[in-house]
């Protein structure tokens, strides 16, 4: 059975940085493409960013575009999510989740298959 945990939240100030783990178990990453998500209090959840398997082509939602990077290390098993210049408003419960590829409907949630049990993400001075 796929299991994806994430790892790596916490609370740091604004403008500061924390990296995101994503480790599966139970399967090998290399054939699946890994979305992140993020929940923020009383709202809906989003997509984030998605990198692919083939050729780890990434896309980045508008609000987290050059501030944010996708990585995976198939050898490792681990997608990560660098997360640079955080401002409160990326404050979350962060999620990744495993799909056959991205593609132009990478934040439709739907589309992917196997769900981590999230990360909290606080971003506060």
């Known amino acids: 059975q796929l299991q994806l945990v994430e790892s790596g939240g916490g609370l740091v100030q604004p403008g500061g940085s924390l990296r995101l783990s994503c480790t599966a178990s139970g399967f090998t990453l290399d054939y699946y493409a890994i979305g992140w998500f993020r929940q923020a209090p009383g709202k809906e959840r989003e997509g984030v960013s998605c990198i692919d398997s083939s050729d780890g082509t990434t896309v980045y939602a508008d609000s987290v575009k050059g501030r944010f990077t996708i990585s995976r290390d198939n050898a490792k098993n681990t997608v990560w999510l660098q997360m640079n210049s955080l401002k409160p408003e990326d404050t979350a419960i962060y999620y990744c989740?495993?799909?056959?590829?991205?593609?132009?409907?990478?934040?439709?949630?739907?589309?992917?298959?196997?769900w981590g049990p999230g990360t909290q993400v606080t971003v506060s001075s």
């Open positions: 989740a495993a799909t056959w590829f991205c593609g132009s409907t990478w934040y439709i949630q739907p589309q992917y298959d196997s």
